[in-house]
């Protein structure tokens, strides 16, 4: 199973999107996966208000996890908001739901983005 795939299986076992993420990050942050549970348990939603995406937020808790430099979580962070904003029209939790794209293609968007990320670091 690809990361993205446990991601959105976390999500179908009833974790918000940001926990999905983060928790199939696992492997990449070093977070087990009830602490990244447990972080990220507001962050669904739209930070519980409809406003950025927890798969966007769940990624960037694992880039600030990932890499330790802090102007570099910066630039990686605005990247990921980036992509996402690219890919899907926008990055706001209520505004990607009006647009009818679905939880699960953010999950599994996120947590392929940080694999991708890991992988470009090797």
């Known amino acids: 199973m690809g990361i993205g795939e446990e991601a959105v ?3 179908q076992q ?3 999107c940001a926990q999905s993420v ?3 990050c696992g492997k990449y942050t070093g977070l087990d ?3 990244a549970m447990s972080i990220a348990a507001g962050f ?3 930070v519980r208000s409809g406003e950025i995406c927890g798969a966007i937020s769940g990624a960037v808790m694992a880039i600030g996890l990932i890499e330790q430099d802090k ?13 996402f904003r690219e890919k899907f029209g926008c990055v706001r939790c209520m ?11 953010l999950i599994e968007y996120g947590a392929k983005y940080i694999e991708d990320l890991m992988k470009q670091k090797d």
């Not at 102007?71 to 992509?83: E, P, T």
């Not at 505004?95 to 293609?105: G, I, M």
């Open 14 to 16: 009833g974790c918000n």
């Open 71 to 83: 102007r570099r979580v910066a630039a990686l962070a605005r990247q990921c908001v980036d992509s």
């Open 33 to 35: 996966q009830n602490t």
């Open 44 to 46: 669904g939603g739209g």
């Open 9 to 11: 299986r976390f999500h």
């Open 95 to 105: 505004e990607l739901k009006q647009n009818r794209v679905s939880c699960d293609a």
């Open 22 to 24: 983060l928790s199939a």
